[in-house]
């Protein structure tokens, strides 16, 4: 957040204006000082009460946002991005304060809050609050295989146009910035893991088979769905002069479940979506979240 407004401030006109430019700028550094020096104070009752400048810290910026935006400072694109990433910034702030001060009880009120307590509960809070596909992805645009991108287009039914506009359409591109969700699905090299297995009984003791795939998660829904019809007995019917297959599991809720997996999983953990067969059922099983089975 701070990055982004000494960026945003140091452009065009808004660079003139010293004033407001000053202001908004003293707004954001408090947010990250008062944080930095109520951790510092050792004392949970003390970094409580730091807590509640920076949050207010982030509604001036907002505040100072508005007026940049409506005098003309910055564009619309820019006032939603950094709008945004101040009233995220103030809910992870609030999620933590809530944390610090259940902690706050007499017994533990002498010991320091240690730098790895807080890390995690800053990472527990971001992640009830922080959508990881709408934020901004590092990925160059020319890193997007625009051959998947017009597939999806196709099959969406869409009108191409041109890849910007599509991806901006699609909401996966936002002020000229990728967002992770573009890079989820459109990147020449994506890096999801999906692991397969095959076991002999009801628990995992006995693996019969195992295979790993990397791509794209139209490409892993895909091989997930594959791998497990052909891991499952599929019965038949005839119709007509015509045989139809009939899976045991119906290919619609399986179908449901794999998409769900690679949905909700939560991308801020590299693990692999797991899809796993067994003698009487099969799960997908997805990191940080939960089992569909």
């Known amino acids: 957040l701070t990055k982004a407004i000494y960026q945003v401030t140091r452009q065009g006109v808004f660079a003139r204006d010293f004033g407001l430019s000053g202001q908004i700028q003293r707004a954001a550094v408090s947010v990250m000082s008062n944080i930095a020096e109520g951790f510092e104070r050792n004392r949970r009752a003390e970094f409580h009460q730091f807590l509640s400048t920076p949050k207010a810290s982030c509604a001036e910026v907002r505040s100072q946002l508005y007026v940049a935006f409506d005098i003309g400072y910055i564009d619309k694109g820019t006032f939603e991005r950094i709008l945004q990433q101040a009233e995220e910034v103030a809910r992870i702030i609030g999620g933590l304060r809530v944390s610090v001060e259940k902690q706050r009880d007499a017994a533990d009120e002498d010991r320091q809050l ?11 809070k971001a992640r009830d609050t922080l959508n990881w596909d709408s934020e901004s992805s590092d990925l160059a645009l020319e890193k997007i295989d625009q051959a998947k991108l017009k597939h999806f287009v196709k099959i969406a039914g869409l009108a191409w146009s041109s890849p910007v506009d599509v991806l901006e359409k699609l909401g996966v591109m936002k002020s000229g910035q990728l967002l992770n969700a573009a890079a ?21 003791a006995a693996i019969l088979d195992r295979h790993d795939f990397e791509g794209g998660i139209l490409e892993l829904i895909e091989e997930a769905q594959k791998y497990i019809l052909k891991n499952i007995h599929i019965g038949m019917k005839v119709k007509g002069l015509y045989r139809e297959d009939m899976p045991e599991i119906s290919v619609e809720a399986m179908r449901e479940a794999i998409i769900n997996a690679f949905c909700h999983r939560d991308y801020r953990d590299p693990d692999y979506v797991r899809v796993a067969v067994f003698k009487n059922a099969w799960r997908s099983e997805i990191p940080a979240a939960f089992t569909v089975a």
Do not use: M, N, Y
Not at 114 to 124: G, R, T, Y
Not at 191 to 200: D, E, I, N, T
């Open 114 to 124: 240690s730098a790895s307590e807080l890390k995690q509960i800053i990472l527990d």
């Open 184 to 204: 989820l699905f459109f990147a020449r090299a994506p890096s999801l893991q999906l692991r397969c297995a095959v076991f002999g009984g009801t628990t995992s």
